[in-house]
């Protein structure tokens, strides 16, 4: 059974250019979460998706950052005009589709974005 | 707010048994998970508590206790491959299913 995939696994990014990262639940899981890690700190809630539908986005930047789950397709997380401050790791997670706050999130690999 | 301690680091000795402490302050509470995670890879699932006591699975336990907003993870038979990094995380609403981390605890097996 193939896992939570996210490609690419390492970017790497000038200041103003824009980057995109991708994720593929696990097979039968609908829903989607997305955290950064910052170095030295813990995993941070960004936003949490459902197919076509974001359900909670509380924990995005209000700029530059946005978040999509089409019906066909991986989930994109898309930072336009990078900063260095948004290196980081960034983590997808799914659960499966009884949507309930409790169902175990599995993650991902990571993509890690370094910012130059 | 929102908040979840856990200690930074720990060590511990192949063999023995380790105690890793959680506290937490959220706005609401509707469970709570244990992740590890290597360095470089994704956290993995461990465990989850909802109800006060304690969660028994292989060589890990969780315990949970509602009241005093504490929890802990027991490791037993330490190995070598236990040395990771330790993730507490608290579910806060029933209405997303929103996950709040602490730091992590990194915990090194020494021989």
């Known amino acids: 059974n193939a896992g939570v995939m996210q490609n690419p696994r390492h970017l790497v990014r000038r200041r103003g250019q824009e980057a995109r990262l991708r994720c593929s639940p696990m097979?039968?899981?609908?829903?989607v979460y997305w955290y950064r890690q910052l170095p030295e700190e813990g995993l941070k809630f960004m936003v949490y998706?459902?197919?076509?539908?974001?359900?909670?986005e509380s924990g995005m930047p209000k700029e530059r950052f946005s978040a999509e789950f089409p019906k066909e397709g991986p989930s994109i997380l898309r930072i336009q005009q990078v900063v260095r401050g948004d290196s980081a790791a960034y983590f997808c997670?799914?659960?499966?589709?009884?949507?309930?706050?409790?169902?175990?999130?599995?993650f991902g690999p990571g993509t890690r974005l370094t910012v130059l | 707010g929102q908040n979840i301690d856990q200690p930074t680091e720990m060590t511990a000795t192949e063999g023995a048994i380790v105690q890793i402490n959680c506290t937490y302050q959220?706005?609401?509470?509707?469970?709570l998970f244990w992740y590890q995670q290597h360095a470089g890879e994704a956290p993995t699932f461990l465990s989850y508590?909802?109800?006060?006591g304690l969660e028994e699975k292989g060589r890990f336990s969780s315990f949970l206790s509602r009241s005093k907003g504490y929890s802990y993870l027991l490791l037993k038979e330490l190995q070598m491959k236990d040395s990771a990094t330790y993730l507490c995380?608290?579910?806060?609403?029933?209405?997303?299913?929103?996950?709040?981390f602490g730091q992590g605890t990194t915990l090194q097996v020494k021989p």
């Open positions: 997670a799914s659960s499966p589709p009884s949507g309930a706050s409790t169902d175990t999130q599995y």
């Open positions: 097979k039968g899981h609908s829903h």
């Open positions: 998706l459902q197919k076509e539908n974001i359900i909670d």
């Open positions: 959220t706005s609401g509470f509707n469970g």
């Open positions: 508590n909802v109800l006060d």
């Open positions: 995380a608290v579910s806060p609403s029933s209405n997303t299913g929103k996950l709040i």
